[in-house]
């Protein structure tokens, strides 16, 4: 059995790709593994190049875009390695990192995945860290109380703004950016849900894992640069409306006791009216925002 399998998902991804795999193959050298791609319909020659220039990848060639979820799910069928790695072309991983995180998946048998420490593109720690999203955090969220008091443990709950992401701990869910996972794992729980086809998707993965008792992991010791947002900033406005409505519909599938006080179609009323502010506040201001 192979050590590793590298699972890459793309989408109009040329501009970064070529760098993310050069990392990934480096990182191999010294591991006995594969790298495969999924490619989601790009039409930017991101396919042609990686033919070209990396002719030991495997690729996937979709006839159209299936979404996050679907080509994630590809890729891990076809995976031969004893763990499994998800990555994003919008990343370096930097020397190290892959050996690190196998290391301490090695000498911790009850943890089932495992997030790296994620750097911006200037080298600062980016927050990529969460708690499960609960009817009562997304009220913090709505009144504006998180982004208030972003230290605060009970308002700053869901996005852990309280934490410096400087120390191993275990968490809920590390973002699914950079992933490392058993593949006994997930031969136990399934591959993703597909009806989360753009965010959330790792959300449910991870709820299952620890439904299942698996422990969830951050190690800073293993460090990747995350160029935040090159992929979902191409269809901005269309990303933040499926990342609110599937935050719903995790809520919907896993939170049985939403709050009394406030009904659920309320609550969507709520969520669309701040969804349209943020997307009219994006238009305004042409920025991009850590969802």
């Given at each position: 059995m192979l050590n590793l399998s590298v699972i890459i998902v793309t989408w109009q991804s040329e501009k970064y790709i070529k760098p993310c795999l050069r990392?990934?193959?480096?990182?191999l050298?010294?591991?006995?593994?594969e790298i495969i791609v999924v490619d989601n319909h790009s039409s930017d020659g991101s396919v042609e190049a990686l033919r070209k220039d990396f002719p030991t990848v495997q690729i996937v060639e979709n006839s159209q875009n299936l979404g996050f979820a679907k080509a994630v799910n590809q890729g891990l069928r076809?995976?031969?390695?004893?763990?499994?790695?998800?990555?994003?072309?919008?990343?370096i991983i930097l020397p190290g990192a892959l050996l690190e995180m196998i290391n301490f998946l090695e000498s911790h048998p009850t943890v089932g995945i495992l997030g790296p420490q994620l750097l911006n593109s200037d080298g600062t720690i980016q927050s990529s860290c969460r708690e499960f999203p609960s009817y009562q955090n997304?009220?913090?969220e709505i009144l504006g109380l998180a982004?208030?008091?972003?230290k605060h443990k009970i308002f700053g709950r869901w996005k852990m703004s309280y934490f410096s992401h400087n120390e191993l701990r275990e968490v809920d869910q590390p973002m699914g950016s950079a992933l490392m996972v058993r593949k006994d794992v997930v031969e136990q729980i399934g591959v993703m849900?597909?009806?989360?086809?753009?965010?959330?998707?790792?959300?449910?993965?991870?709820?299952?894992?620890k439904e299942m008792g698996w422990k969830i992991y951050f190690l800073p010791q293993a460090k990747i640069i995350h160029h935040l947002g090159a992929s979902t900033?191409?269809?901005?406005?269309?990303?933040?409306?499926f990342l609110h409505y599937n935050l719903l519909r995790f809520l919907a599938k896993y939170e049985r006791r939403p709050l009394g006080f406030l009904p659920l179609t309320a609550l969507a009323t709520l969520l669309l009216f701040v969804t349209i502010i943020r997307i009219c506040f994006n238009l305004i201001f042409d920025r991009s925002h850590n969802l």
């Open positions: 990392s990934a193959e480096r990182e050298n010294s591991l006995n593994g076809l995976a031969k390695g004893k763990y499994i790695f998800l990555l994003n072309p919008d990343t997304l009220i913090w982004r208030l008091f972003p849900d597909e009806r989360f086809s753009m965010f959330f998707n790792e959300v449910d993965w991870c709820y299952r894992m900033c191409q269809s901005k406005i269309r990303m933040i409306l």
